[in-house]
């Protein structure tokens, strides 16, 4: 035991100096890393921060767009519905039309009658009916057909129009 106290006389104060270093420097080391994962904590917070609003904005800039979409699909959709009433009109007032003129004509046409031949066959009675809804049906065709071919000029008339 002497032997021990001999050498803790001459080497205390190295003893000292070694624990007050080990002291001081775990103290500084400990703070240190203390500070470096409330700098990291922070950062990451930041970064958290930074992606939620990212994420916010890039949602806003879809729900505008939607809704853009939507505007305009609802835009198209009534002016697809206007056309088609009033194509449906157009087509009703033709067949009313074609159907007066053929009414008209078969009216018309009883007054002409063509006399019978006397000494040839007989003609089979044409089908007045018959024909004259076929040719209701040619005239409400060309009708329609004519204001396809107008709505299509319109349509590229509007297209080229921004190209001159």
Same mark, same amino acid.
């Given at each position: ?16 100096? *070694? ?43 879809? *729900? ?101």
């Amino acid at each position: 035991m002497t032997a021990l106290l001999a050498f803790l006389r001459l080497a205390w104060p190295y003893l000292a100096c *070694l624990g007050a270093g080990l002291g001081t420097g775990g103290y500084l080391i400990g703070n240190h890393w203390e500070a470096r994962y409330s700098a990291l904590q922070a950062s990451h917070a930041q970064e958290m921060a930074d992606a939620q609003e990212a994420g916010r904005k890039a949602l806003q800039a879809q *729900l505008e767009q939607f809704q853009n979409v939507s505007a305009n699909n609802a835009k198209v959709i009534r002016a697809l519905q206007t056309q088609t009433d009033a194509a449906t009109a157009d087509s009703a007032r033709d067949r009313e039309l074609a159907q007066r003129l053929l009414h008209a004509a078969q009216g018309g046409s009883s007054c002409h009658a063509v006399p019978q031949a006397g000494a040839g066959p007989a003609t089979a009675p044409a089908s007045q009916s018959q024909s004259t809804e076929r040719l209701g049906d040619l005239l409400v065709a060309a009708a329609d057909e004519s204001r396809a071919c107008a709505r299509q000029l319109n349509a590229l008339i509007e297209e080229i129009k921004p190209q001159l």
